[in-house]
T-cell receptor, first 114, second 113 residues
Framework: ETGVTQSPTHLIKTRGQQVTLRCSSQ?????VSWYQQALGQGPQFIFQ???????GRGNFPPRFSGLQFPNYSSELNVNALELDDSALYLC?????????????FGPGTRLTVT | KNEVEQSPQNLTAQEGEFITINCSYS?????LHWLQQHPGGGIVSLFM???GKKKHGRLIATINIQEKHSSLHITASHPRDSAVYIC???????????????FGKGTHLIIQP
């Protein structure tokens, strides 16, 4: 059974640029959630995708967008990067889209915006 | 919006001590998760609870739905238990869709030999 993987591990971008982060879900999981974790804080929910459609969204602006592909891998895109976007970005997959579901987390992508 | 509070924020203990980390939340939930995060970022799910108590090895998690409170206990603590322990709640949403998890800020646990 393959776990959740994310790429890249680290990334440095300049303010105003755009970035794409990638996540491969655990085998058999059709739901993926993305979280932003600022230094010293708990993760914050960005959005969730189920069967290629956005299924729920946290309090993040539209410049945070995503995609989910038929193989259930996923991308997080952030446009017009701001310094405050510097954080650890985590994706988590699960086998259910609603109700209680165990989440399987990837190792994260650490984004630094300068 | 659910508010999740954890205590203590930091905890240093000696090897072998019994550890308790507490979590309270403000709004009804479908489940509560206890997660472990090591330096470098990786998060591992320890428990998912909707009622009662669960045990896995030296870890025990309990939840009181009426009081909106959960505890994570570690028995016979060991230096390898040193990590950040995070409580997260999963909301209920009628009509489908997902709220994702709402996280506490975490408890930094250090177990000294």
């Amino acid at each position: 059974e393959t776990g959740v993987t994310q790429s890249p591990t680290h990334l440095i971008k300049t303010r105003g640029q755009q970035v794409t982060l990638r996540c491969s879900s655990q085998s058999g999981h059709n739901t993926v959630s993305w979280y932003q974790q600022a230094l010293g804080q708990g993760p914050q929910f960005i959005f969730q995708y189920y069967r290629e459609e956005e299924n729920g969204r946290g309090n993040f602006p539209p410049r945070f967008s995503g995609l989910q592909f038929p193989n259930y891998s996923s991308e997080l895109n952030v446009n017009a990067l701001e310094l405050d976007d510097s954080a650890l970005y985590l994706c988590a997959s699960s086998g259910k889209t609603s109700g209680a579901a165990k989440q399987y987390f990837g190792p994260g992508t650490r984004l630094t915006v300068t | 919006k659910n508010e999740v509070e954890q205590s203590p924020q930091n905890l240093t203990a000696q090897e072998g001590e019994f550890i308790t980390i507490n979590c309270s939340y403000s709004v009804g939930i479908s489940a509560l998760h206890w997660l472990q995060q090591h330096p470098g970022g990786g998060i591992v799910s320890l428990f998912m609870l909707s009622s009662g108590k669960k045990k896995h090895g030296r870890l025990i998690a309990t939840i009181n739905i009426q009081e909106k409170h959960s505890s994570l206990h570690i028995t016979a603590s060991h230096p390898r238990d040193s990590a950040v322990y995070i409580c997260a709640v999963q909301g209920r949403r009628s009509g489908g869709g997902a709220d994702g998890l709402t996280f506490g800020k975490g408890t930094h646990l250090i177990i000294q030999p």
